[in-house]
């Protein structure tokens, strides 16, 4: 079983609450990841990360903002919930092996609700 | 979506049968991978094809890949209870560069009835 931890697994919150979701993992990978995934529905690229003080934009745009200032840590922030921001977000990790061969590690996720 | 199509969307089958999903992708591709989800869980790596690979097994998993038809294959033989969840293929482009972006399906949801 992969290490990479998230929490909190479920948060419910109230709009314009600024919250950050916290992702670390035991294993030493260099690249992170922030997936966004809606109930039956793909997951979307939001975030990854290269490694410490690399940060970039994923596929999907979202108002979230993330950090990598350790390898093993990489939290994502939301500084003003809203209702549109409810969703599954799920993080992960690989190796920074050889190019694109490598299997995703993911966290268990945190179910965010924002009323 | 992103990938193209997965279907079937959802599978229900008895146990001791086999499973079947199929994935479509549009762009060429480095290697394809199968992820697993149980219901409200991070997802977990089943099988990685490469692009020169055509066929790959792993205990009671047996994934094909048809780059002329851009499509692969997910078959799933004498399932269990324990393999309901939901089923995901993901490609990496060959254009992804180093950080091996994952492109995903909308995903395959299975259930195995005792």
């Known amino acids: 079983e992969a290490d990479i931890y998230q929490t909190p697994r479920y948060l419910v919150i109230g709009t314009g609450k600024k919250i950050t979701l916290e992702c670390s993992q035991t294993?030493?990978?260099?690249?992170m990841y922030w997936y966004q995934q809606d109930p039956g529905m793909e997951l979307h690229l939001i975030h990854y990360?290269?490694?410490?003080?690399?940060?970039e934009k994923g596929d999907l745009s979202s108002e979230s903002t993330v950090s990598r200032i350790r390898t093993e840590h990489f939290p994502l922030t939301l500084e003003s919930a809203r209702p549109s921001h409810t969703s599954q977000y799920l993080c992960?990790?690989?190796?920074?092996?050889?190019?694109?061969?490598?299997?995703?590690?993911f966290g268990p996720g945190t179910r965010l609700t924002v009323l | 979506s992103q990938q193209g199509e997965e279907d079937p969307q959802a599978l229900s089958i008895q146990e001791g049968e086999n499973a079947t999903m199929n994935c479509s992708y549009k762009?060429?591709?480095?290697?394809l991978q199968w992820y697993r989800q149980n219901s409200g869980r991070g997802l977990v790596h089943l099988i990685l094809?490469?692009?020169?690979?055509r066929e790959k097994h792993s205990g009671r998993l047996r994934v094909t890949l048809d780059t002329s038809k851009k499509s692969s294959s997910l078959l799933i033989t004498a399932s269990r209870a324990a393999d309901t969840a939901s089923y995901f293929c993901?490609?990496?482009?060959?254009?992804?560069?180093?950080?091996?972006?994952?492109?995903f399906g909308a995903g395959t949801r299975l259930a195995v009835h005792p």
């Open positions: 992960a990790s690989s190796e920074f092996g050889d190019r694109g061969l490598n299997e995703q590690f």
């Open positions: 294993m030493g990978h260099d690249k």
């Open positions: 990360s290269y490694g410490v003080n690399s940060t």
């Open positions: 762009t060429s591709i480095n290697n």
């Open positions: 094809i490469r692009s020169n690979e």
């Open positions: 993901a490609t990496v482009s060959m254009f992804s560069g180093g950080y091996n972006k994952l492109i």
